[in-house]
């Protein structure tokens, strides 16, 4: 590997450049971690997800609020206005139902 400041040839793992003494392993956490946290912190959300179903209208918002930056995020939210949407047609039709019988 090089260093990043001086470009010289360094070996891999050192955590100095032994010619101007950057240091190589935060520069190197540095620039691999910017994809990863966000990664991490996207997971499915059971809380979202109830919320969503909660309030179907806010779960399809945070749905496209969340589309690009965390997926899985926005699948919860997703499911969530799915079934928040399928429990309020059920007791529209429970409703219905008792209305005409
Ligand atoms: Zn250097």
Excluded: W
């Excluded at 997800?49 to 209208?57: F, G, R």
């Excluded at 969340?66 to 799915?82: N, Q, V």
């Amino acid at each position: 590997m090089f260093c990043p400041n001086c470009g010289a040839q360094i070996e891999d793992g050192a955590p100095l450049c032994p010619h101007c003494g950057t240091p190589i392993l935060a520069a190197n956490a540095q620039s691999a971690a910017p994809g990863d946290p966000k990664k991490a912190k996207d997971k499915p959300s059971l809380l979202l997800l109830i919320l969503s179903a909660l309030l179907p209208a806010v779960g399809l918002i945070l749905f496209f609020v969340f589309e690009k930056r965390s997926p899985y995020r926005a699948k919860s939210c997703f499911r969530g206005a799915l079934i928040g949407v399928a429990l309020i047609l059920l007791l529209l039709v429970i409703f219905l139902i008792r209305l005409f019988h």
